[in-house]
């Protein structure tokens, strides 16, 4: 499974980004998929997870109500719709395939190259 991040980039505080993973190789919708972040000098953390149908959603409390995760089974394809975002959200984001669903980084097997938010004060 080959997973491709797009839409990150510089944004203000306040300001709104549409990340976007497309996959390709495998059934996307046989796996739940999920996002991560890592800021500089971070262990990388759990943001959201999505199910296979996208009828379940799972978020950190730091973006719990700001970010919205979401899936196109037909376009094969997840998205993290972040708003009101913070400085403190600046981090390379990844999108991750796993088997089930769940918060836990290890799970997941197959992981995109990463996109980088950037979010100035």
């Known amino acids: 499974v080959l997973l491709v991040e797009s839409g990150g980039g510089l944004v203000q505080a306040g300001g709104s980004l549409r990340l976007s993973c497309a996959a390709s190789g495998g059934t996307f919708s046989s796996y739940a998929m999920g996002w991560f972040r890592q800021a500089p000098g971070k262990e990388r953390e759990f943001v959201a997870s999505i199910s296979l149908s996208g009828g379940s959603t799972f978020y950190a409390d730091s973006v719990k109500g700001r970010f919205t995760i979401s899936r196109d089974n037909a376009k094969n394809t997840v998205y993290l719709q972040m708003n009101s975002l913070k400085p403190e959200d600046t981090a390379v984001y990844y999108c991750?395939?796993?088997?089930?669903?769940?918060?836990?980084?290890?799970?997941?097997?197959?992981w995109g190259q990463g996109t980088q938010v950037t979010v100035s004060s």
């Open positions: 991750a395939s796993s088997t089930i669903v769940t918060k836990k980084s290890q799970d997941y097997d197959y």
